[in-house]
């Protein structure tokens, strides 16, 4: 089992910043990669982020590209999201996953086993 702890969202005004955190505990042993999730009011949850825990390669959607930067601290457990430029059509409840496995489709739910609660992450106009 791994548990995943989100924190780090809230209100921000268009064009500001915020940062997410993610904690990991239990069998971290297992990680392949960390990815966050998010998903905007009455849509579907879709693909923002992933980082491989041991290389730290990097993959984004292309609508966070450029705005929103994810990093991780293998000596805390935690994987970061850096969020800049905040637009309000990133309003969403963010979460963190956890994948055991490589796989060319890093945007792929069902592919990460483990997942955080969520956090709300609201950008006003």
């Known amino acids: 089992q791994v548990q995943l702890v989100e924190s780090g969202g809230g209100l921000v005004q268009a064009g500001g910043s915020l940062r997410l955190s993610c904690a990991a505990s239990?069998?971290?042993?297992?990680?392949?990669?960390m990815g966050w999730f998010r998903q905007p009011p009455g849509k579907e949850r879709e693909f923002v982020a992933a980082?491989?825990?041991?290389?730290?390669?990097?993959y984004y959607a292309n609508s966070v590209k450029g705005r929103f930067t994810i990093s991780r601290d293998n000596t805390k457990n935690t994987v970061y999201l850096q969020m800049n430029s905040l637009k309000p059509e990133d309003t969403a409840v963010y979460y963190c996953?956890?994948?055991?496995?490589?796989?060319?489709?890093?945007?792929?739910?069902?592919?990460?086993?483990?997942w955080g609660q969520g956090t709300q992450v609201t950008v006003s106009s």
């Open positions: 996953a956890h994948r055991r496995f490589s796989t060319v489709r890093t945007d792929y739910a069902d592919y990460y086993d483990y």
């Open positions: 239990g069998r971290t042993f297992s990680t392949y990669a």
């Open positions: 980082i491989t825990w041991s290389a730290g390669n990097t």
